[in-house]
């Protein structure tokens, strides 16, 4: 059915992309679920996009859309249905080595560090070696999503780089929202779940059995960029104005998430009409740990670590090969 919905969407996106060229003055944007997309949220609620257009004498008409999972966010901006999309630094590697040369798609901006964790509710697992043919771990997309990627280094870690897809058969692609609920409320198959928050943090409160197997900073070695923003160097070449009004409405929207995280975290309640917990939300943003900044960071490792076992056919010689070059972003990582 997920997939039915997601083939779906991408279809509907893909009659309005075959529609005449639009002149500068307009933004596709795809995002998927979490508060790692609250950069986005902020920007949408307060029309920061549309105020940093009219700065430059721009109207700009902002669209925006929602998918699950790197591969239908890469499949909808390579068809040309959407714009600019976020998701995973997992997504955002393997179609800039696809496109490498061609469309040269190239991140626009990180979105904030977040931790991800790999969450289980089966009390026998407590490192990644415990999972066996009877679990199965959710995330976004299998062997395309940072999450997935995240859990391949990982696997390297343990058993060896030529094993780095030992761990592969146990995943299964799902929403966050689908997945989040499975181990929630236990009793199916789904006993982990490789998520974000506010997924992650609602497992671990409602589900007595819920711990955490793996934190995403410990196999990167720090914090890192969890989310980012991506597009293809002809929009970006084609729509100087409209790209530089939405990385300084990225920019403006960090420093309010920062500086009001109770209010940022209304905001995302206000424009998901998500259901959770509006404490436990703060305690999220609050997290020493949860760093909005859309300078990227700490990306090169998994780039480096996707090269060295086969996944990247180009090598990056630094982060820079895959990011857009702009002053917004600064000194990334």
């Known amino acids: 059915m997920v997939k039915t919905k997601v083939a779906a969407a991408i279809a509907a996106l893909a009659l309005i992309a075959a529609a005449p060229a639009q002149a500068e003055g307009r933004i596709r944007i795809a995002e998927q679920f979490g508060v790692t ?14 105020k940093h257009g009219k700065q430059q004498g721009l109207d700009i008409k902002v669209e925006f859309t929602q998918l699950s999972g790197g591969s239908a966010a890469n499949d909808a901006l390579l068809s040309g249905a959407v714009d600019v999309v976020g998701a995973g630094v997992g997504p955002l590697l393997t179609i800039w080595d696809r496109t490498n040369g061609k469309q040269n798609v190239r991140g626009v901006a990180s979105l904030g560090n977040f931790p991800y964790y790999l969450v ?23 062997t395309v999503s ?8 990982a696997a390297a870690r343990q058993w060896g780089d030529k094993e780095f897809t030992r ?48 934190n995403s900073y410990d196999v990167l070695g720090g914090p890192s960029s969890s989310t ?50 509006r404490g436990l939300l703060v305690k999220i943003l609050k997290n020493p740990q949860v760093q909005f900044k859309i300078a ?15 996944v990247l056919k180009n090598q990056p010689n630094s982060w820079r ?9 600064g000194q990334g990582g």
């Open 37 to 50: 997309y609250l950069l986005l949220n902020i920007a949408q609620d307060q029309k920061l996009i549309e």
């Open 296 to 310: 990227p960071q700490n990306t090169y490792t998994l780039a480096a670590f996707l090269h060295r076992v086969g």
């Open 167 to 214: 761990l592969d058969k146990f995943t299964q692609t799902l929403p966050h929202p689908d997945a989040a609920a499975a181990v929630i409320a236990g009793g199916t198959e789904i006993s982990g779940h490789f998520g974000s928050s506010p997924f992650q943090e609602q497992e671990l409160a409602q589900n007595p059995n819920a711990r955490i197997v793996l």
């Open 228 to 277: 980012v923003l991506y597009a293809t160097e002809k929009y970006r070449n084609e729509n100087p104005k409209t790209y530089r009004a939405f990385t300084s409405a990225l920019a403006e929207a960090a420093k309010f998430a920062t500086a009001n995280p109770e209010a940022a975290a209304d905001t995302y309640l206000r424009v998901t009409k998500s259901n959770v917990d």
């Open 146 to 153: 940072v999450q997935a990627r995240i859990l391949q280094m």
């Open 321 to 329: 090969d895959y990011w857009f070059d702009d002053p917004a972003i």
């Open 120 to 142: 289980s509710n089966n009390p026998k697992v407590k490192t990644v070696a415990d999972f066996t043919e009877k679990d199965r771990i959710g995330l976004p997309a299998v």
